[in-house]
């Protein structure tokens, strides 16, 4: 479980976040919604340890995990794929799924103690398109090819938790068609996943909790059936 408690944090002397909590249950799909410029990238950076906050604190499993380094809440299995991918672009796509999968060539569900699964198959097997480009530098692929291998990452390194920054952007609908599907099997499996996303009906359909974020505070949190569209528009608009 990763848990944001009272979290104020910013950049340099412009707060951004204003005492924010945040619970991301063990399997539990959580969407993060809100208009530009919310924060919703913010929260993502102080969850994955980028952005360290000016007060409050990070939670994993109940341990207090606050100052932690990116590389050691990426080993507690929280895995960021941020906004504009992070992938290696001069490299292979076999090499970039060797480099994800680094020391925890798991998937998510395996028990430690079983043998490493090879992560090249196991990623060919959720993106058969990735398997059809192995030998491709990944910068020459299409956005949509791209994205899928950034979020390889997630499976390969058999992340508990996974925060995924508007990972639909600038595709067409079809290839998110496909990101929605693996995120639908990445949660299956029991990874937990925090979603932005500006697709609001793709993410509920997700989503077993929403919280919408304005100006930096917890705008409405509750179940995502507890709440219409409209109400999400009417927080969007500042109603
Ligand atoms: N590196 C930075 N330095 C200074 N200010 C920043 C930095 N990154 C973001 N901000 C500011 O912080 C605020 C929140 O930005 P953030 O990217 O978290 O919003 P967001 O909710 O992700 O928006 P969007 O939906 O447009 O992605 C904005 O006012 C933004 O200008
Ligand atoms: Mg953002």
């Known amino acids: 479980m990763l848990e944001l408690r009272g979290v104020t ?10 005492d924010v909590n945040l619970v991301v249950p063990d399997n539990a799909v959580v969407a993060l919604l809100g208009p530009n410029g919310a924060g919703k990238t913010t929260l993502l950076r102080v969850a994955s340890g980028l952005l360290r906050p000016s007060a409050g604190r990070i939670l994993v499993d ?32 076999k090499d970039n799924i060797r480099l994800q999968a680094g020391g925890h060539p798991r998937s998510p569900g395996q028990a430690s103690g079983d043998l490493p699964l090879d992560p ?14 192995l030998a491709q530098r990944a910068g020459t692929m299409s956005g949509g090819e791209q994205q899928m291998l950034a979020l390889a990452r997630a499976y ?28 639908h099997r990445l949660a299956a499996q029991g ?26 505070r917890v705008q409405f949190v509750g179940e995502s059936d507890e709440l219409g569209e409209e109400q999400i528009l009417a927080s969007y608009l500042g109603v």
């Not at 944090?9 to 204003?18: D, M, Q």
């Not at 925090?194 to 974020?213: C, G, H, P, S, T």
Request: charged content about 20%; proline content about 5%.
């Open 9 to 18: 944090a910013g950049y340099g002397s412009h707060t951004v976040l204003r």
């Open 62 to 93: 109940g341990v207090d995990a606050s100052g932690w380094p990116p590389h050691r809440l990426s080993q507690a299995g929280v895995c960021h794929v941020p906004e504009g991918r992070g992938i290696f672009r001069g490299l292979s796509v």
């Open 120 to 133: 090249i198959p196991a990623v060919a097997e959720a993106f058969p398109r990735l398997g059809e480009r």
């Open 156 to 183: 390969v390194a058999g992340a508990k938790t996974v925060l995924l920054d508007e990972v639909s952007m600038g595709l067409a609908p079809k290839v998110i068609d496909e990101i929605f599907e693996y995120l």
């Open 191 to 216: 990874a937990a996943l925090l979603l932005v996303e500006q697709y609001v009906a793709r993410a509920l359909e997700l989503a077993d909790f929403v919280y919408i974020l304005n100006k930096g």
